[in-house]
């Protein structure tokens, strides 16, 4: 099929470069013209597993193009994707106005045509209960038929953040949601080679569909919030939320995915449809406490580094040289949208902290919001050089089997703020760290020098 791709963000690239690897003939439009030079360059602005792989040969082949012109993409298209940004506004509710606008684009587009053909036109991005009909008529006021000349599909994404590429070309499910049997039976053709092991794609009403998206994210938010409250309890009453974890996780009726406790969520997805599915419940009458509560608990787990490294030094944060590793809002991404890091990181300069970060990924991005208010290395090990503690943000896989002799030498004390819990604590109080994870009790450093010599030896580059 041809395919028009409107914004080439996160989901707007990666659906444009799956759907051409899968044969698909795919144009993306972009107003920015030089994220548009860059990608006709060959270049990547977002980093995500496996894309630059699929990019590059898509590209080669012709079958992906970028463009700034809507006529380039849209006359000839099958299918046009809207994947444009819904950021949240002050009341927490979705901003339409990109996506309307361009669907107002198309329609102008198609109304000049004499013989346009049929469309679909497809929101790709995640958008409140009630978008595809707002689409539709924002269509029909220009002047085209609606089941005659096009249909709005509501098509869902759910893509992780550094998983994205697998995600797509793998989908555990596809929605669609539509009305039309048309459109239905269109877009289950553009959807059949991606799940010919069987995965289901599930044809629903518009409403639904949209509806679907909100749900899936906002329960997986309220799971990580209510293991954050159980780790927040366990601390104060001497349990260990990684035993809790194994002990529930083996009940097949909850399973073992995002009971992970941290220092709360962030990201494109889950901050922002959780704010949006809060607002709709208001927007009709309905006080959504869940979900309410799910933000308030998040909010305050972010902060939880802060007031725990202004407790570790009796308030007295002016000055003190804080190492970070990890940036990005979860690893194998650049995005830092809502990252905790970025709490912790105002919250301490806030207290007047000096801080140095380390990201594999995430410096630039970051750069964006603290320029040079903040130190940045491209060394994981450069930020600790007589810093007064390490607080670890995102779960690299570089961070779980660090040189630990390294990091105690380094650090002026060795004092680890861990928020995603690498490491076991009684180890590294072995190793004669003063270690505070989530959720574990806290085990008093080992002051035997000898012992703490012993244990280093063994588990240093372990």
Not at 68 to 92: H, M
């Amino acid at each position: 099929m041809n395919i028009a791709i409107i914004g080439t963000g996160y989901v707007g690239l990666v659906s444009g470069t799956c759907f051409a690897e899968m044969g698909n003939q795919v144009t993306c439009v972009d107003i920015d013209e030089d994220k548009v030079d860059m990608l006709r360059g060959g270049r990547l602005p977002i980093y995500e597993p496996d894309l630059e792989h699929y990019f590059a040969r898509n590209r080669k082949e012709g079958r992906l193009t970028f463009t700034t012109s809507y006529d380039d993409a849209v006359l000839d298209a099958d299918v046009i994707f809207l994947a444009l940004p819904t950021p949240p506004g002050e009341d927490g509710s979705a901003d339409l106005s990109y996506v309307l606008q361009a669907a107002g684009t198309v329609a102008d587009l198609l109304i000049e045509e004499d013989d346009p053909g049929y469309k679909i036109v497809v929101n790709k991005s995640t958008v409140p209960v009630g978008t595809a009909d707002r689409v539709s008529e924002t269509m029909s006021d220009r002047g085209l038929t609606v089941g005659e000349q096009y249909d709005v599909v509501s098509n869902p994404e759910f893509l992780r953040e550094g998983a994205a590429v697998d995600d797509f070309m793998k989908p555990d499910r596809v929605v669609i949601g539509t009305s039309s049997e048309k459109a239905a039976d269109k877009m289950t053709r553009l959807y059949e080679p991606f799940v010919r092991q069987g995965n289901p794609i599930l044809v629903v009403d518009e409403r639904s569909a949209e509806m679907i998206k909100y749900t899936a994210n906002s329960i997986l938010a309220t799971r990580i919030s209510f293991m954050n409250e159980i780790a927040n309890l366990c601390e104060r009453v001497g349990a260990d939320v990684d035993k809790v974890r194994l002990g529930i996780s083996k009940d097949h009726r909850i399973g073992r995915h995002f009971l992970y406790a941290g220092i709360g969520f962030g990201g494109s997805c889950f901050p922002k449809d959780v704010q949006a599915l809060h607002r709709t419940g208001r927007q009709n009458g309905y006080e959504f406490q869940i979900l309410d509560s799910v933000l308030k608990v998040n909010d305050q787990q972010r902060e939880l580094m802060v007031h725990r490294l202004d407790a570790y030094f009796d308030g007295d944060l002016e000055g003190k040289k804080i190492a970070m590793w990890g940036l990005a809002f979860k690893p194998n991404t650049d995005d830092v949208r809502e990252a905790p890091s970025h709490v912790i990181i105002e919250g301490l300069l806030e207290r007047g902290a000096d801080i140095v970060a380390f990201d594999p990924e995430a410096i630039e991005t970051t750069k964006v919001n603290f320029g040079d208010r903040i130190g940045y290395t491209e060394d994981m090990y450069a930020p600790l050089e007589e810093a007064d503690a390490l607080v670890i943000c995102t779960e690299w896989h570089e961070f779980r089997r660090p040189d630990l002799n390294r990091v105690r030498e380094a650090l002026k004390d060795p004092v680890v703020f861990d928020g995603r819990n690498l490491y076991e604590p009684s180890r590294m109080a072995e190793m004669g760290f003063d270690y505070f994870s989530i959720g574990r009790p806290h085990v008093a450093p080992q002051e035997d020098v000898e012992a703490i010599e012993a244990a280093l030896s063994e588990n240093g580059q372990a």
